[in-house]
């Protein structure tokens, strides 16, 4: 049974660089059925999708946060990960990393995980 | 502000019906890409409630239906319990290439 862990810091300093980890247990990162993504939500507020990538490494962002993300995959550790950069209070908000499927539903998450970004 | 727009708030008494908008644009729902619901109790992570405009994934009740017509889609609850109180989510494809979310809406069962 698949399942999805986020890890990494939970406070992060303004104009520096956020990054989380998702874990994949239970399957393999590398089916070709599944795309993998990273949504946030920030305290009290709605959704937000952050980015997707497919296990050969192809991403797609959010126009809105594009210039400051970056989505990569680690087949060899079953991870995927997310980098935010030049973070700002904005950005504090609970992470959530999740099972994308090709048809674009989000079948499966992780628990979540809060970022504050805070000096 | 997003591509997607829910009602911010609906309500219901026990075992009445409740309905809950996503309304899109051209560019997605109106653009034929699939409309997905999303339940997320107080404290928890969203749960996939509905895929594919009207699909329910294992373990979802059938009192929970979903439908989509033009550039909006529904999200119907009958038989309304109190558990079901909480944040419901629709979700798309945009042509910009992105998977947009309603700005959510919050169920109170009065």
């Known amino acids: 049974q698949l399942q999805l862990q986020e890890s990494g810091p939970g406070l992060v300093k303004p104009s520096e660089t956020l990054s989380l980890t998702c874990t994949v247990s239970?399957?393999?990162?590398?089916?070709?059925?599944?795309?993998w993504g990273w949504i946030r939500q920030p305290p009290g507020k709605g959704l937000e999708w952050i980015g997707s990538i497919y296990y050969s490494g192809s991403t797609y962002y959010n126009p809105s946060l594009k210039s400051r993300v970056t989505i990569s995959v680690d087949t060899s550790k079953n991870q995927f990960s997310l980098k935010l950069s030049s973070v700002t209070a904005a950005d504090t908000a609970v992470y959530y990393c999740?099972?994308?499927?090709?048809?674009?539903?989000?079948?499966?998450w992780g628990r979540g995980t809060l970022v504050t970004v805070s000096s | 502000q997003s591509v997607l727009t829910q009602p911010p708030s609906v309500s219901g008494a026990p075992g009445q019906r409740v309905t809950i908008s996503c309304t899109g644009s051209?560019?997605?729902?109106?653009?034929?890409?699939?409309v997905h619901w999303y339940q997320q109790l107080p404290g928890t992570a969203p749960k996939l409630l509905i895929y594919g405009n009207s699909n329910r994934p294992s373990g979802v009740p059938d009192r929970f239906s979903g439908s989509k017509s033009g550039t909006s889609a529904s999200l119907a609850i009958t038989g309304l319990q109190a558990e079901d109180e909480a944040d419901y989510y629709c979700?798309?494809?945009?042509?910009?290439?992105?998977?947009?979310f309603g700005g959510g809406t919050k169920l109170t069962v009065l």
């Open positions: 979700q798309s494809y945009d042509s910009s290439l992105s998977a947009p």
């Open positions: 999740a099972l994308l499927r090709v048809h674009w539903y989000f079948d499966l």
């Open positions: 239970g399957g393999s990162i590398s089916s070709s059925s599944y795309y």
């Open positions: 051209s560019s997605n729902i109106g653009a034929g890409y699939d």
